[in-house]
């Protein structure tokens, strides 16, 4: 008897509870019942308003499903903002406070209900989310960002349970801001100081010295230019069963790779499975998702060995820029990852950055790992704030690790963190 093949597909999930439920029912169960009756009837009726449905409900969670992720962004903005002005008038005896998750992911369909990862994660991102708030994955982040005037507030990777995910949480009116910022002593802007002149006396440094106006130069990534890259979902050219897991393997894998790298942004594998799903040409791609960068590629698989051909896609001039092909066995595949992962981080990497110095600058930190560090401290720089200040540290730290504390290609780029730590006063 063959197996039932599951129905899968990829949706956006809205997950919403209420924060201390239990308590207001200890309280008065008769009053928390009634008022969540009514503000549940009032979220249906939303969710029905931005053309979504609700698929499942159990005590006060409601699950609904959306096909834009748009709507159900704006569909959660509205209700928060709604029960905001209710929970603020004087007459509202029983002020429930809502907590709203939402992700974009595959999930598998059963009669009217929706189950998998794609939901579970909508569950985790609710349980992350502030009361009275709204907390989205990465997935949503990525197609809501530039398509609404509404703005995130990035909280980085977070773990719920088994789940490790990248959040973003909605910037409401009601609501303040979430931030983490890592303290510095007092005692810091002394040293950076004495720090500063030590260099510039022993070493004849200067901030504007060769080296440093080499570095400004160099480094010339900006938040207004980031190529926005999407990796589409490999193609299997092939009848090989194992090819078509191989391609989305491999696509998970290039994604997660480069999604390290903060000089570039990497859209979801959510994403690039919405794409496919929906068979946007190049053009839709960029203006669905404001891609400007596309790798795709294809397997074919013979026995036990397969030829992979990749190719770097410039959306902007509806050109490509760089492609090659690979021949490979099976017990070589995670070479074959690794060196084309690297490959395209190459690729990206030197035309991320102004001037034929780039190639110089790998050389100089040793390898593309240490040199996207780099990159990546000085888009933190730039931001000159206290938080991006303390991630500036963070990654020349990690450079420091791989090569050395006393390597003279850190010299700059640490006199440059002191003098920014003198000027924001830390």
């Not at 008065?28 to 009756?37: A, Q, R, Y």
């Not at 703005?151 to 995910?165: M, W």
């Not at 698989?301 to 050109?319: E, P, Y």
């Not at 240490?370 to 540290?393: C, G, I, M, Q």
Request: charged fraction near 25%; charge should be negative.
């Amino acid at each position: 008897m063959a197996e039932e093949r599951l129905e899968r597909k990829v949706t956006v999930i809205l997950a919403t509870d209420v924060a201390g439920y239990s308590k207001h029912v200890e309280k008065d169960e008769s009053l928390t019942i009634k008022t969540f009756n009514a503000r549940e009837a009032m979220l249906r009726q939303l969710i029905s308003d931005f053309r979504g449905r609700v698929f499942n409900t159990g005590g006060d969670s409601v699950l609904a499903e959306f096909a834009s992720t748009v709507d159900a962004v704006e569909c959660a903005a509205a209700f928060q903002g709604r029960m905001a002005d209710i929970n603020k008038q004087p007459d509202t005896k029983c002020r429930l406070e809502f907590r709203v998750g939402i992700n974009m992911g595959d999930v598998i369909q059963k009669d009217d209900n929706l189950l998998g990862d794609g939901v579970n994660i909508a569950a985790r991102l609710e349980a992350l989310s502030q009361p009275n708030g709204v907390c989205v994955s990465k997935s949503v982040y990525d197609l809501v960002a530039q398509k609404t005037e509404l703005a995130f507030n990035d909280l980085g990777i977070q773990k719920v349970k088994e789940n490790s995910f990248h959040a973003f949480d909605l910037v409401l009116s009601h609501l303040e801001k979430r931030t983490v910022r890592r303290p510095f002593k007092a005692a810091q802007l002394a040293i950076g100081a004495a720090l500063i002149l030590l260099f510039a006396s022993a070493a004849g440094f200067y901030l504007y010295d060769g080296a440093a106006e080499t570095d400004a130069s160099a480094f010339t990534t900006a938040s207004s230019s980031q190529p926005t890259i999407l990796i589409y979902p490999f193609e299997n050219l092939s009848d090989k069963t194992d090819s078509n897991s191989f391609g989305a393997a491999f696509t998970d894998s290039l994604i997660q790779s480069l999604s390290q790298y903060s000089g570039i942004i990497v859209l979801s594998g959510s994403t690039s499975k919405h794409a496919k799903q929906n068979e946007y040409t190049d053009a839709q791609m960029r203006e669905n998702y404001g891609a400007t960068v596309m790798v795709k590629g294809s397997i074919q698989s013979v026995g036990s060995n397969s030829r992979l051909g990749v190719r770097i896609v410039d959306l902007k001039q509806n050109a490509v820029g760089w492609s090659d092909n690979y021949q490979f066995s099976d017990s070589e595949i995670f070479d074959i990852q690794d060196q084309i992962g690297a490959e395209i981080l190459n690729y990206l990497q030197i035309n991320i950055v102004t001037g034929s110095v780039s190639k110089d600058y790998i050389k100089k930190f040793g390898n593309l790992k240490n040199f996207t560090l780099v990159l990546n401290a000085r888009n933190e720089w730039r931001k000159y704030n206290p938080d991006s200040h303390a991630a500036y540290w963070k990654y020349i730290e990690r450079v420091e690790e791989n090569i050395g504390k006393d390597s003279p290609a850190l010299f700059s780029q640490k006199a440059w963190g002191l003098y920014q730590r003198i000027g924001l006063g830390l």
